[in-house]
């Protein structure tokens, strides 16, 4: 039988190996890009607001040695997310002690008037014969990505003023992702309901509701959010690799207030 639950402790390693197994290829192309990408967009929706996590789980396959298994059974997708990016950004210093820094060094100081570095940088193996890069011959930079994971400011958009969605009253955010032979059943719908719900009982302001953040080589998901409620954002104007949690597509969903 496959259900929905609440996050649970023990889901820890299996919602880590969901978020590398279903990355874009623009984030798979590396093993570093891989072990990072939980750290980025997972582990921190669980530790810090489990209540707002749900997972699909499988409990007929419970035996397998799947990396997904778990004792009540394998866990093959997850919703998760925040009702609040700003009180979630107050409470990052948790996570980042108790569970980034131990796996994630965090990257060294900026020097006054020092730039961030490039999220993408050119991958040497698919240059085009012209010399340009577009984003299929570019990868991730590992630099970037950690200095992304330990600053909560630029991961939530915090730091992109008045333009950024939570300014705009967007001030929920989740993720959601599925293995494969779960997709295109309805679970989605239902994952994204429970979040929904799960919002409205928390009693943060989640202002007008939820954004989300699509890779730009993931564009097909667009269309599956839009049927669940989903419409697409006005997107941060920012250059290409400005900030990798703000590049792609944005879409927002209004969540109404709890009565």
């Known amino acids: 039988?496959?259900?929905?639950?609440?996050?649970?402790?023990?889901?820890?390693?299996?919602c880590a190996h969901i978020c590398r197994a279903t990355l874009p290829p623009s984030l798979s192309t590396t093993p570093i890009t891989a072990k990072?990408?939980?750290?980025?967009?997972?582990?921190?929706?669980?530790?810090?607001?489990?209540?707002?996590?749900?997972?699909?789980?499988?409990d007929d396959d419970s035996?397998?040695?799947?990396?997904?298994?778990?004792?009540?059974?394998?866990?093959?997708?997850?919703?998760?997310?925040?009702?609040?990016?700003?009180?979630?950004?107050?409470?990052?210093?948790?996570y980042t002690t108790s569970i980034l820094s131990t796996a994630v060094a965090p990257p060294p100081p900026l020097a006054p008037g020092e730039e961030d570095e490039p999220f993408w940088i050119p991958d040497d193996t698919t240059l085009?014969?012209?010399?340009t890069a577009p984003l299929s011959a570019k990868k991730p930079n590992p630099a970037a990505l950690i200095r992304l994971a330990h600053d909560p400011r630029k991961l939530l958009q915090l730091d992109s003023g008045p333009s950024g969605l939570p300014a705009q009253g967007w001030r929920a955010t989740m993720h959601i992702d599925l293995l494969p032979a779960y997709q295109r059943?309805?679970?989605?719908?239902r994952l994204i309901e429970a979040y929904?719900?799960?919002?409205?009982?928390?009693?943060?302001d989640h202002g007008k509701g939820a954004w989300i953040g699509i890779a730009p080589d993931n564009a097909?998901?667009?269309?599956?959010?839009?049927?669940?409620?989903?419409?697409?954002?006005?997107?941060?104007?920012?250059?290409?690799?400005?900030?990798?949690a703000d590049d792609g597509i944005h879409m927002v969903i209004d969540i109404a207030k709890s009565s």
């Open 63 to 94: 035996s397998s040695p799947d990396p997904s298994s778990t004792p009540g059974g394998k866990v093959v997708g997850y919703c998760i997310g925040t009702p609040d990016v700003y009180a979630f950004a107050d409470r990052y210093p948790s």
């Open 128 to 131: 085009t014969p012209s010399g």
């Open 220 to 244: 097909g998901v667009v269309q599956f959010y839009d049927k669940v409620g989903f419409r697409l954002a006005t997107p941060l104007s920012s250059e290409e690799g400005d900030n990798g």
């Open 196 to 204: 929904v719900r799960s919002v409205q009982a928390s009693g943060e």
């Open 1 to 14: 039988m496959v259900f929905i639950r609440p996050y649970q402790e023990s889901d820890f390693e299996a």
């Open 36 to 58: 990072l990408a939980p750290y980025i967009w997972t582990h921190q929706y669980t530790h810090l607001s489990p209540a707002t996590c749900h997972m699909l789980v499988d």
């Open 185 to 189: 059943r309805g679970w989605g719908r």
